[in-house]
Structure formats: structure tokens, C-alpha cells
């Protein structure tokens, strides 16, 4: 009773372990996955600044290329001796067509404008034309299309001053997919947009042919606002309020129909009130960490799925192993049978538990030495187990079955009702048991003696009933032997 | 009875079928239910032959760019071959309609663009057989065209919002007072519609009180002017500080028209596009602020004409684009000479 509660209790024990390793495991991936989730979220931000970044950087570089090298250009044409306004668009021309501008003119202190009449028309009706003899600074336009390109262009305008008098001003226009080539990002120029957004109407032009836009194609950020999924509450807001109040830069994440994006922004210093926008999937920015991440859940789930398994295989290996082991712990190695101990404990255990009669057998093979000696320590393994599968098979598991040791045998006759049974049983062994075919000695006879008591005629506990039963063997064998006998009748 | 069935059902099958090869209902190539007009028959006159392809050909707006296109055409003695879509929602039809266009050896090609790959790939096809290409009402970011007309819809944006500041004005409204004004628009990914809207928003936050804002749930109606309507019921619902609608195509102006009428908004700024017949009533009646920017698409259909006409006869033309230009239409011009002959009465 007590062994089998503690097979029980071990049992429990052990599920409440496999159930903790396993809360634990899926835990730690939990844990792990949300971590690396917030480090993806925390990389993307910060590759998409870091990528704005540099790409503001460039077009900064760029754009303060181009500005100063048009300013370079009008001082030394338009602020040299020569006043000429026709000599002086035509050596602008020459100096456009080694550059990236896509028109260039001239435009006198009475606003005649010495280039094509489309740029003319179009400043003027921007409203450029009639500021530039109030501007001191060089400043660059907002984007517009132009009616000769048909194209989106920015406008440099240069006042040119000389001797303190404004004389005029020069005029040269940036193509805005120029800004195409400054800002590429060949390994993921399939998977981003570039835009420039101004800070006060949330307009976005593109400056790319990206993932959602062609280059010079606008957009609100207001608009998109209504598609755009934050995580964090107030997010948008927050981003919007720092373009406005001019800040640097920053980025931030959001979905956008079913997409989810990064997208950095830095201020652009040579375009007031605009910032340079890089618009990446967040699977472009971090491809690597996401495929880790896939491969993490994969492996994980492969690792919980082998420890599983290894965890059942463990358990049926160790059942096998406790099964076997009580097995061999309980029996006769050689034969099969029970072995003394286990015969013992057995029926203890009968006799503690059940209310019904029992006999205890004691069985001896007749001179069995001589069989060792006759025939050698083979055949006389040969004869216990022929002994041994005789007993068994004539008492089988529903009686207790042992070899006591040596040359003796037990059997425990279980519920027993009438004596007679057993005495029948007895005679059918000494038939079955009357001789032996044994290896190169051919048909040999066998005999045995056995004695044998009744619980609870005879003995009401196992150590007093096994007296009587060794009793009885005693006298059987002092009879002659090869026959069965009752204690009673001694 | 059974085979007398039958044999009328086959017989009704295939007169249909014949039946929907002239108007395009059922074509091999587009099995789904989308209503196109084909060209009609190529004259072999020894004129210019001009095939012109719009993404719409029901509406007010439409009629007269293709009224403007037919005159031109007249004048310059040219054929003139109409076809389109019924609306912009199957723009592989347009280039479907394109490449039969230059199968059947149009002279030159107009057509109202949608930025669609598909369109942008016909585009190119038409450019590649040396066909000169015209586009009006709508531009595309590729070049893969001669010459466009078209509103420059950044400068028409600008223009509503300045008309809309000066409605506020007129009412009385104080740059000190807080009012909300909400933007309605049909498709979200119109060019036309977002260049309205960019150049709205940049003369706004540039010319417009701090305390006056634009709401930012800006209402997208898909062009539906039922749609549109709701959504300006719910704009006057859910603010009460509200004191404008800008609507910012036809189908907004329409439905933002109807639900100004129905719930009597006289104190409302209403800026509308297009010249409907809502908004016309709406401008008419005394007790309302509106205005509306009507595109001079009669210009559109009738300079394009003219310029393939001039690139079929060897010459260049000045610019690769030109903006038709808007008008703005109120209480105070309605009737003039002028406006009746741009609106074209």
C-alpha cells in the first residue's frame, strides 16, 4: 500500500515538474519575443533616423552645392564689369548646360526677365516675381511645376547687389528628381519613399519613385492621418508639434494598410519650414531581424515541441526502466518465477488483506545434486525451469508462483475453497514433471517432494504456516519421497 | 417544349453577346461587367484622324471638354473619334481603349490619364509608334507624353481657400474666434484631388487666422455625392465650432450642397468645384456664402485639339504644360456675360 503511494506520488511529482519546465519555456519566449519585438520597433526608429539623417545631410550638402555654386556663378557674371543683361543670360546658359539646372535666367531691378517666357510666367505666377526685389538673401522656392518641363522644379534666386543698389536677380531651376540620385539607397530603394513635408500645411511631395508614390506626386499628412495606426496615443501629434516648432528630427512607427512603416524626418536647412521624410516598411528596414525573429519562433517551438517529446520519451524510458527493475527485483533471474522476497511480501500481503483460505507449497526436486553432478550444471538449469514452467503453468498468475531458492520451489494457492483441487493439481505435476528430455542424455526421469500447509487451518500468519508447510516436506521426504503431503496429516 | 426552350434561350444568349461587342458591356478581355464607349468607324478622308479618351463621358463636366475638342476639331478640319470610360474606377480600360486607338492608326491620341501602371505602359506604347500623346485634365509624373492641359489643381486648392477666408470674412467672422472649417474629397488617390487639397492647406496655414483650422478628419467620399452628403451632415453634427465646407471636386460639392439646403446652414462658408446644379442654386440663393472654382475643361478638349493638330503639321508646341486656369463663381459674377460663357451657357 505504501509502494504504490509512493508510485503515485511520483507520478504527481513529475507532471507538476514537466508542467512548471514548460510555463517556464513558454514564459522566456514570451518574454523574449516581446523584447525583441521592442528591439525591432527601437532599431527600426532608430535606422530610419539615422537613415533620414544622412540623407538630409546629403541633400543639404547637395542643395548648398548647387545654391553656392549659382551664387558663385551670378556674382561673378552678373557682379563683374559687365552690365549687359543679354551677355549675361547667355553666359548663364553656357553654365547651366554643364550642370544639373534645368533653366537659368536673369531678371533685371525693372523685373524683365532675360531667359525663356515660361520661367518668366512661371514666377510670376507663384508669386516669386514680384518679392525677389525685396529679398536680400538667396532663397530657394517651394516646389512647382513648370510649364516648359512640365516637371516638379524649386527656383534658386540670387539678388545680385552692386555697389549697394539691388541690380537684379538670378534665377535657376532645380529639377526635384535631381534629388533623386542624392538620396537613393540602393539596397532598399524597392521597400522606401522619400518625401519632403512642410512643417505648416503637412503637404508631401515625393522625390522618389518609391513603394506608394512617383516622384512629384503630392500628398497631405493629414489625409493619411485618418489609415495611419499608431501604437502609442498621441504619437502623430507629438511628431507633428516638433516639425512645427522646427525641430531637428526624429521617427516614428505606424501601419498603414496593413504595411507597417518607419519613417524618419530631419529639417532641411536650405528649404525653410521643410523636412526631408524617409518612409521605409519596417520588414525592408529590419528584413534580418524579422527572418530572426521567424527563424526565433520557429526554433523555439521546435525546441518546446524536441523537449516535449524527449520529456515523454523520458518518462516511457523510465517507466520501462522502474517496470523492468521492480521486475528483476522481483524475480528469479534464471527462471522466470518470483523470487523469495517477492514471494514473501506477496503473501503478507494476502494474508494482511484478503479474508479467504490459502496453502502454502513447498516443492523440492529429488536429488537434484545428482543432476549437476550426473548431468552437469546446464541440464540441471534445465530441469528448474522445466520445473519452473510446470508450476507456472499449472498454478498460473491467479496463485503466487516462487522459486525459494536452490532446488526449492513455493506456490501459494490463493482462495482456496477445497484441498482437493490442490492435490489434483499436485498429481497432474507428477505427471508433468515424471521426466526430462535433457541434452545429449536423452529422456531422464524426475521426482520431487512437496509438503504443504492450509491458512488459516494450519497458520494464521506467513512464518508459522511456511514452519508447517516446511513440516510437511520434512516428513514427505523422510517417507521416501517423490509425493505430496499435507501438515494436517502429519 | 423542352427543345422549343432551349433553342430561344441560345438564340437570346447570342443576340446579347452580339449586342454587348458594340458597347463594350462583355469583351473577351474584360469578363467582368464594365461599361466603355468604343470609337466610332475610322474615316478614310485623307483629314487627321484624333482619338479622344476620357474617364467619364456622362457628366457636365466631360460633355464639355468633348464639346470644346469637337469645335477645335472642326475648325482644324480634323476626324475626331470619342471614346472613355464611364468613371475612373477601371482605368485598365483607358489603356485598353489607348492601344485600340493605335491599332485602329489614330493621327494623334488625348486622353485623361489615371497614374496606373497599365495606363503608363500604353502611354508609352503610343509614344513609341511616334503617335504625338495628349493628355488634359490630369497629369502624369512620367514622361511619356507631348503636351498637358489641365487645371493646375495646387493653384486651384490655393484659390479655394483664399475664396473660403474671404466668405469667412464677408460673414463677419473675427480672427480672434475659433471656428473649425471641414475639407471633403472624393478619391483619396486622385492627383487632382491632392493637389487641390496641398494647395488648400498651404495657403490656409499660411494666410489663415491661428485660431481658424481645418478639421483633420478630412471625409473622403469615393465620389459619391449621396456619401459626400452624409459626411457633411456628420461634419455639422460632431462641430459645433463648424463654419465652413470646403468640397473639393464635383461629387463633394454636390452632396456638401444638398446638406447645406436640406439642414438651412446659411451660416456656413461653403466652397465647392464644379458647376452643378446644386451649387448653382446654392450661389443664387441670397441667404447662403458660397462659391464655387469651375475648371475650363471647354478649354481643355478645345487646346488639345489644337495642339495635334500643330505637332501633326511639324510644329513644336511653346510649353509641355498648361494650366487651363479655374474660375471662381459667386453671388456677385453668376450672371455676368463671362462666367455664363465659361460655365457654357
Not at chain 1, 129 to 141: F, G, M, P, W
Request: proline share 2%; with cysteine.
Amino acid at each position: 500500500m505504501s509502494v504504490r503511494r509512493n508510485k503515485k506520488g511520483v507520478r504527481h511529482l513529475y507532471g507538476i515538474v514537466a508542467v512548471v519546465y514548460i510555463s517556464i519555456c513558454a514564459l522566456v519566449l514570451i518574454i523574449g519575443f516581446m523584447d525583441v519585438r521592442g528591439m525591432i520597433e527601437d532599431y527600426n526608429a532608430g535606422q530610419a533616423k539615422l537613415m533620414s539623417g544622412l540623407l538630409t545631410e546629403n541633400i543639404n550638402m547637395a542643395l548648398d552645392t548647387e545654391i553656392s555654386q549659382v551664387e558663385e556663378i551670378s556674382y561673378a557674371i552678373v557682379g563683374g564689369r559687365e552690365d549687359n543683361p543679354n551677355y549675361i543670360y547667355e553666359s548663364l546658359q553656357f553654365y547651366a548646360m554643364r550642370s544639373n539646372i534645368s533653366g537659368i535666367g536673369f531678371i533685371d531691378y525693372t523685373h524683365t526677365t532675360y531667359g525663356t517666357r515660361g520661367d518668366h510666367l512661371d514666377l510670376a505666377k507663384y508669386g516669386y516675381l514680384s518679392q525677389i526685389s525685396e529679398v536680400s538673401d538667396t532663397i530657394l522656392t517651394d516646389p512647382y511645376r513648370s510649364r516648359i518641363t512640365a516637371t516638379m522644379i524649386m527656383t534658386v534666386l540670387v539678388p545680385i547687389y552692386k555697389e549697394g543698389k539691388y541690380f537684379g536677380t538670378v534665377y535657376a531651376n532645380i529639377p526635384l528628381d535631381m534629388m533623386q540620385k542624392y538620396v537613393s539607397i540602393d539596397n532598399l530603394k524597392d521597400n522606401a519613399d522619400i518625401y519632403l513635408i512642410n512643417s505648416h500645411s503637412l503637404n508631401c511631395i515625393s522625390c522618389t519613385d518609391g513603394v506608394r508614390a512617383a516622384a512629384g506626386t503630392w500628398d497631405n499628412l493629414t489625409l493619411r492621418r485618418s489609415q495611419m495606426v499608431f501604437e502609442q496615443p498621441g504619437e502623430y501629434q507629438k511628431h507633428v508639434k516638433a516639425m512645427k516648432q522646427g525641430k531637428k528630427g526624429d521617427a516614428f512607427s505606424y501601419e498603414l494598410n496593413g504595411v507597417s512603416y518607419t519613417m524618419g524626418y530631419e529639417r532641411i536647412d536650405k528649404m525653410e519650414d521643410w523636412y526631408l521624410a524617409v518612409e521605409l516598411t519596417n520588414e525592408a528596414l529590419s528584413g534580418s531581424f524579422y527572418l530572426f525573429r521567424d527563424r526565433l519562433v520557429m526554433y523555439a517551438v521546435v525546441l518546446v515541441l524536441i523537449t516535449l517529446a524527449a520529456g515523454v520519451v523520458m518518462l516511457i524510458l523510465e517507466i520501462t526502466r522502474r517496470k523492468n527493475f521492480e521486475k528483476l527485483s522481483e524475480t528469479d533471474t534464471m527462471t522466470g518465477l518470483y523470487n523469495q522476497k517477492t514471494f514473501i511480501a506477496k503473501v503478507e500481503e494476502y494474508i494482511t488483506n484478503a479474508g479467504d483460505g490459502g496453502a502454502l507449497i513447498f516443492v523440492d526436486v529429488d536429488n537434484f545434486k545428482s543432476y549437476n553432478d550426473t548431468y552437469g550444471h546446464m541440464n540441471g538449469d534445465a530441469v528448474l525451469r522445466k520445473f519452473a514452467t510446470e508450476l507456472q503453468t499449472e498454478f498460473g498468475s491467479e496463485h503466487v508462483v516462487a522459486r525459494y531458492g536452490g532446488d526449492e520451489f513455493t506456490v501459494f494457492v490463493r482462495h482456496l475453497t477445497n484441498i482437493g483441487m490442490v492435490e489434483m493439481a499436485m498429481e497432474r505435476l507428477e505427471q508433468c514433471l515424471s521426466e526430462i528430455d535433457l541434452d545429449n542424455y536423452g529422456r531422464v526421469a524426475l521426482n520431487f517432494s512437496a509438503g504443504g500447509a492450509c491458512y488459516p487451518q494450519d497458520a494464521v500468519n506467513y512464518a508459522d504456516l511456511c514452519k508447517c508447510a516446511d513440516a510437511a516436506l520434512y516428513r514427505v521426504k523422510k517417507d521416501g519421497k517423490g509425493r505430496f503431503g499435507w501438515y494436517q496429516n502429519s | 417544349m423542352k427543345k422549343l426552350g432551349a433553342s430561344l434561350v441560345v438564340i437570346l444568349l447570342f443576340f446579347s453577346l452580339l449586342a454587348g461587342v458594340r458597347t463594350g458591356s462583355v469583351q473577351p478581355e474584360h469578363r467582368k461587367l464594365r461599361t466603355y464607349q468604343m470609337f466610332s468607324e475610322r474615316q478614310d478622308n485623307g483629314r487627321p484622324n484624333i482619338y479622344l479618351i476620357t474617364k467619364g463621358y456622362a457628366s457636365n463636366y466631360w460633355t464639355r471638354l468633348r464639346s470644346g475638342a469637337v469645335n477645335a476639331a472642326q475648325e482644324e478640319d480634323c476626324n475626331i473619334y470619342l471614346g472613355g470610360t464611364q468613371s475612373e474606377e477601371h482605368p485598365e480600360l483607358l489603356a485598353y481603349l489607348m492601344t485600340e486607338a493605335l491599332k485602329a492608326g489614330a493621327d494623334a491620341i488625348i486622353v485623361s490619364p489615371t497614374n496606373v501602371p497599365e495606363v503608363v505602359d500604353a502611354a508609352q506604347k503610343v509614344q513609341d509608334a511616334g503617335v504625338p500623346l495628349i493628355f488634359v485634365d490630369t497629369i502624369l509624373n512620367e514622361h511619356v507624353f507631348d503636351v498637358c492641359y489641365e487645371t493646375d489643381n495646387m493653384q486651384a486648392g490655393r484659390l479655394a481657400a483664399r475664396e473660403l477666408i474671404s466668405l469667412l470674412h464677408k460673414q463677419g467672422r473675427s480672427e480672434t474666434e475659433r471656428l473649425s472649417v471641414g475639407v471633403g474629397i472624393g478619391m483619396m488617390e486622385s492627383q487632382t484631388i491632392l493637389e487641390r487639397l496641398a494647395g488648400f492647406q498651404e495657403y490656409w496655414s499660411a494666410n489663415a487666422p491661428e485660431t481658424w483650422s481645418v478639421l483633420e478628419d478630412i471625409k473622403c467620399n469615393q465620389g459619391d455625392a449621396d456619401i459626400a452628403q452624409a459626411q457633411s451632415y456628420d461634419f455639422m453634427k460632431e462641430n459645433r465650432d463648424l463654419a465652413g465646407l470646403v468640397a473639393l471636386n464635383n461629387g463633394s460639392s454636390i452632396g456638401t450642397a444638398r446638406a447645406v439646403k436640406n439642414m438651412g446652414r446659411t451660416d456656413l462658408a461653403v466652397v465647392g468645384f464644379d458647376y452643378s446644379d446644386e451649387m448653382q442654386a446654392l450661389i443664387r440663393d441670397e441667404s447662403y456664402h458660397v462659391s464655387s472654382i469651375v475648371q475650363r475643361q471647354y478649354d481643355m478638349g478645345y487646346e488639345s485639339v489644337k495642339a495635334a493638330k500643330q505637332l501633326l503639321s511639324g510644329y513644336t508646341v511653346p510649353y509641355k504644360y498648361i494650366d487651363t486656369g479655374v474660375q471662381q463663381i459667386n453671388a456677385d459674377n453668376i450672371d455676368s456675360p463671362y462666367i455664363q460663357n465659361v460655365v457654357g451657357h
